[in-house]
């Protein structure tokens, strides 16, 4: 559009107005006023951007629905139709009529753009406001969230701080639990060897009878009592005690064992040996000028009788 037009100049449908991208406008025969854009999107096979169209006719309306003619808006158009779009000012002493037709004209369309520029707005802020309602909801939604992590996180946290405290708990039961195993496995062979040590002691002070200690050629043969698993004695023979000592004397067995005895084979080295062997033998002299010889039979009970054997 060339030609100097008002500020209320607007397309009656999407309310553009004229601005310096020379968007061409076109006015009705009913009075409307619509854009380019607008007379494109309804009509098929007619190109207004043709220099020489500057008239078409057209189906129906935008506004009032009639079956019109479009004017392109410019210099060119008639003279009665382009006065329509100059200042009301600029019609003194013309007709009264005149310039009544125009000024209603011109009102018209003020009105028209202020009423839809006024809807406009309204619909806005209705948008605007629900916009607005949203995004404090959302806002609560988000400080919602950010309370509700800050809470998952504090009692990740407690839960990791409990694990560790457990994990912690755990690893000093187990050391304990070692420590008492150790402790039980400790007292376990003390006492083993406590046992074992009663068991051979109680035998040397056991009584013995022909089942006890065997003196080969002194003419006595006798074996040890029998011991059970405790190695305490279950039977005891009510004849001679040996308490380390020399059957009959007061002197103790192990002194009257000779230098040439072998070391593993004393008394003091029986104590020593295990009593799941099957026996024991030691060399002694039982007083008489003889030399005789001990057998300490560990696990074994035997009914024989009495012999001598000499060396």
């Not at 004209?105 to 802020?125: A, D, I, P, V, W």
């Not at 043969?221 to 004849?239: E, G, K, L, W």
Request: include cysteine; hydrophobic fraction near 30%; charge should be positive.
């Amino acid at each position: 559009m060339q030609t100097s037009v008002q500020n209320w100049v607007h397309c009656n449908k999407c309310l553009v107005q004229p601005s310096k991208n020379n968007l061409s406008f076109w006015m009705s025969s009913c009075g409307h006023i619509f854009c380019k854009n607008c007379i494109d999107a309804e009509i098929n096979g007619c190109n207004l951007s043709d220099a020489n169209t500057t008239s078409v006719n057209f189906q129906q309306c935008f506004v009032c629905n009639k079956q019109v003619q479009l004017i392109q808006i410019n210099r060119f158009m008639r003279k009665d139709l382009l006065e329509m779009f100059k200042p009301p000012t600029s019609f003194v002493g013309d007709s009264l009529k005149k310039a009544k037709t125009i000024i209603e004209f011109q009102s018209m369309h003020h009105q028209r753009l202020f009423k839809c520029l006024q809807e406009r707005n309204q619909k806005s802020t209705l948008h605007l406001k629900k916009m607005l309602k949203e995004l404090d909801e959302r806002e609560g939604r988000i400080k919602l969230l950010v309370r509700e992590g800050d809470e998952y996180k504090s009692e990740l946290e407690n839960t990791k701080r409990t694990i560790t405290e457990l994990r912690k708990r755990i690893s000093e039961r187990e050391k304990e639990l070692n420590r008492l195993n150790q402790v039980r496995q400790s007292t376990s062979s003390q006492q083993r060897m406590s046992y074992k040590r009663m068991a051979i002691q109680n035998a040397m002070d056991s009584r013995y009878t022909t089942s006890g200690l065997s003196f080969l050629g002194g003419g006595e043969r006798v074996q040890m009592s029998q011991f059970n698993n405790t190695y305490n004695a279950t039977q005891q023979t009510n004849d001679f005690q040996l308490n380390m000592q020399h059957v009959g004397g007061s002197t103790p067995l192990n002194n009257l064992l000779p230098s040439d005895s072998r070391p593993d084979l004393n008394l003091q080295n029986l104590m020593n040996t295990s009593t799941e062997d099957a026996s024991a033998v030691v060399r002694g002299n039982i007083g008489r000028g003889l030399q005789n010889t001990a057998t300490i039979l560990g696990f074994t009970r035997t009914t024989e009788s009495t012999d001598r054997e000499f060396f």
